[in-house]
């Protein structure tokens, strides 16, 4: 029996022990919390919370105005980009078209300029004497023949 006593009695002690440590390290870790804790300001009161807020929602709301405002130009400059892209084919398209049609008179002032070099080379009685003139002369030769007229007989007196 004295055994069962002794060991109710370590029981006890131990137990005793630990809530006393429990208490101890409680105490202990307040104190830590207490002196990291800034307690010089008093909390804020249900009326300041209500103000920031307030406030808080109305500067979510301009942000949201702004932030519609800015969708709707960034939808704007996307029209105007497709617009301008639009516009630089279309007009690349059509320099294409002229760069054509200059290469098309070039060739064909080209070719007047060879003719006129030839038309000038050529002695001044061969134009006239049935050469390759074609349609294309400038009717100097027309004006050569209407220059001579022919002779014409003269009326009688009745």
């Given amino acids: 029996m004295k055994n069962l006593l002794a060991r109710r009695s370590l029981v006890v002690l131990t137990t005793v022990a630990a809530l006393a440590g429990g208490v101890f390290v409680v105490n202990a870790a307040a104190g830590w919390v207490a002196t990291a804790a800034d307690l010089g300001q008093p909390p804020p009161n249900a009326a300041e919370l209500m103000s920031d807020l307030e406030q808080e929602r109305a500067y979510a ?8 405002e800015v969708a709707s130009r960034a939808t704007e400059l996307e029209t105007a980009l497709a617009a301008a892209q639009d516009k630089a084919e279309a007009d690349a398209a059509a320099a294409a078209q002229m760069a054509s049609r200059l290469a098309a008179a070039q060739a064909q002032l080209a070719a007047l300029q060879a003719q006129m070099g030839a038309a000038a080379a ?10 390759t003139g074609g349609g294309s002369s400038d009717g100097g030769e027309e004006e050569e023949h209407h220059a001579t007229p ?9």
Avoid: F, N, V, Y
Avoid at 61 to 68: E, K, N, P, V
Avoid at 122 to 131: D, E, I, L, V, Y
């Fill in 61 to 68: 709301a301009t942000l949201g105005d702004q932030l519609r």
């Fill in 122 to 131: 050529q002695p001044a009685g061969s134009a006239s004497s049935g050469g």
């Fill in 150 to 158: 022919e002779p014409t007989a003269t009326p009688e007196p009745h």
